[in-house]
């Protein structure tokens, strides 16, 4: 898939990727999905969360979609993107520098979309996406607001998936974050 980041070097993950990774699910997606970086499966194939915490993120998205056939939540209606486009190595956490040199990619997407939620997942996204440095804990359990380029959107902060297949007990977490989506998109919609 051609994207506009076609051929991009601003940053030394170009020199390691096979694929730029753009996303994955719906462009204009109402809701929108934040990860970290792409992993070895992402690299391979160009597209967002397709390995195990990809599988992971949707089913917890069906789940979401089978309680709430109104909420455009399924995999397929979602916008699920990265931090950044390429994999770093080893999987190391994306630098503040790359995720900087790749911010305009990440702020076209969310201007193409303009979601009514943003839902943050994991400790990486969340600050680099509400400008902060917190745990996760002090993260999780409020509405925050999340401003980028012309796009001002409520965002929830949830584990990450790949924590998640780490420490299964924190699933009933997540349900409580995706509980929290949903209210707020009832409110925001009727
Ligand atoms: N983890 C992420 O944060 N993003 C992906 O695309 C895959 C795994």
């Known amino acids: 898939m051609r994207t506009p980041a076609e051929g991009c070097t601003k940053c030394s993950l170009s020199n390691h990727r096979q694929n730029i990774v753009w996303h994955r699910g719906n462009p204009f997606g109402a809701i929108v999905l934040i990860g970290e970086a792409p992993g070895a499966d992402e ?11 990809g599988k ?4 917890i998205l069906m789940k979401a979609k089978a309680y709430n056939a109104n909420v455009p939540i399924a995999p397929e209606e979602v916008l699920i993107v990265n931090t950044v486009k390429c994999r770093p190595p080893e999987n190391r956490v994306p630098t503040e520098d790359e ?9 076209s997407q969310l201007e193409l ?3 009514h939620i943003i839902v ?3 400790k990486t996204s969340a600050d680099a996406l509400l400008g902060g440095k917190s745990s996760l804990g002090d993260y999780r359990g409020s509405v925050h607001q999340c401003e980028i380029g012309s796009v ?3 965002a929830v902060v949830t584990y990450h998936p790949a924590a998640l297949l780490r420490n299964p007990k924190w699933g009933a977490e997540v349900v409580k974050d995706f509980k929290e989506v949903i209210r707020l998109w009832k409110d925001l919609n009727g």
């Open 56 to 59: 992971k993120l949707d089913e």
């Open 113 to 115: 979309s303009n979601p």
């Open 43 to 53: 690299d391979a194939t160009g597209k967002a969360f397709v390995g195990r915490a």
């Open 99 to 107: 995720m900087t040199k790749c911010r305009p990619y990440l702020q």
């Open 120 to 122: 943050l997942l994991g």
């Open 152 to 154: 001002v959107a409520p």
